[in-house]
């Protein structure tokens, strides 16, 4: 038995997320899928600015290290400070020591005018917002950043925006990092997806897919749980399972115990290499996070019938490219205090955004 891991990989976050711990309780209903999104998420990403952008990524990143995570696989918007917030995120991320790649989720949602909607008409053209953000993508990937180019969801884009999303992603020598079918919202996803999809695409929830598609699928079974969606039955598809938490921090031992007992819900006779084998998985995006080390407090780490019943195991140190970068509770490139901070700072300013 070893006390020593790999660094753990999240396959899907929102970094973002970071800030909203705490944020004023929302004005409109939160009782539907599409609702949350109205009123939780699209009014938080609207009102990012780049000073956020980044303080949320360095905490996302810092929390990460904490729970042995060195690579975070993001999914970024934010509609009124697009460009630069890619190369923000990564900065951040480098500045703690944690390796990402990120997209930027475009979206048709936001009109020209400036109008929100729910979902919009497949023969929509695409919104000047769409275009900067697959512009977004295509700068930060050519100036040297890891990503990927990133779609939101096909119910807030047109077909127009899903072809050149897909067409720049494969001339980038890319994937597609998209949410499908995570709710009722977007129950023709496969329909409209089924011919532009590639084997390296990243395709995040799948609760409601009601075809096979190319790529792989991102199970994130907290988030899933906390909206209401549905159960995604991981099992039950032949697509490559990776494992994310959709924004709820990047603890990927803790997400592989809620995957475990949500599946034995699902189906008792499972066992746990099934979630080992989705966390394994994750490396497919970072392989180089196997050579990273992470001591743990637990002396049964390389065991998946240990790890699913232990709760209390804690992160002792992480090395990434054989730099020591977390110690003790400690960040060795950044003050984490500061970090901490720096993000409470940012928001209190995101919630009197909110509220204004």
């Known amino acids: 038995m070893t006390n020593t891991t790999p660094g753990m990989v999240c396959a899907h976050h929102h970094l973002y997320s970071s800030l909203a711990r705490g944020m004023p309780a929302p004005r409109g209903a939160t009782d539907s899928f599409i609702s949350i ?19 949320s990524a360095a905490l996302g ?3 990460a290290l904490a729970s042995g995570t060195t690579c975070i696989i993001d999914h970024h918007e934010s509609p009124n400070a697009i460009e630069g917030s890619l190369a923000t995120i990564a900065k951040a991320c480098r500045d703690v020591g944690v390796r990402v790649n990120t997209s930027y989720g475009v979206t048709d949602r936001w009109d020209d005018a400036g ?16 275009r900067r953000g697959l512009d977004e993508g295509f700068a930060f990937i050519k100036s040297g950043g890891r990503g990927m180019i990133g779609v939101h969801a096909a119910f807030t884009c047109g077909d127009e925006t899903l072809s050149e999303a897909a067409a720049l992603a ?31 695409w990243l395709l995040v929830h799948a609760v409601h897919l009601d075809r096979h598609l190319k790529g792989s ?28 938490t959709d924004g709820i921090g990047a603890n990927m031992m803790e997400e592989s115990r809620l995957a475990y007992v949500r599946l034995r819900e699902y189906d008792v006779s499972q066992n746990p290499t099934v979630v080992d084998t989705w966390l394994n998985n994750n490396y497919q995006i970072f392989p180089e996070a196997k050579n990273d ?55 209190q300013r995101l919630f009197e955004r909110l509220e204004a």
């Open 37 to 55: 999104l109205e009123n939780i998420w699209w009014k938080i990403d609207a009102a990012l600015d780049i000073d956020m952008i980044y303080w």
């Open 217 to 244: 699928i991102v199970h994130n079974p907290r988030s899933n749980m906390n909206n209401s969606v549905g159960y995604a039955k991981p099992t039950e598809r032949a697509n490559p399972i990776l494992l994310g």
């Open 61 to 63: 990143a810092a929390e």
């Open 115 to 130: 109008n929100l909607h729910s979902s919009v008409n497949r023969s929509v053209k695409m919104s000047s917002a769409a």
């Open 293 to 347: 080390k992470v001591a743990w407090s637990y002396d049964s780490m390389d065991s998946p019938w240990h790890t699913a019943f232990t709760t209390d195991m804690q992160v002792l140190t992480v090395d990434v490219d054989h730099e020591r970068v977390y110690e003790d509770g400690k960040l060795m490139r950044m003050d984490i205090q500061e970090i901490r901070s720096k993000a409470r700072e940012q928001a």
């Open 170 to 200: 494969s001339s980038l020598g890319v994937g597609v990092h998209i949410h499908v079918a995570e709710g009722f919202d977007d129950l023709d996803a496969g329909l409209r997806l089924e011919a532009l999809a590639q084997d390296d």
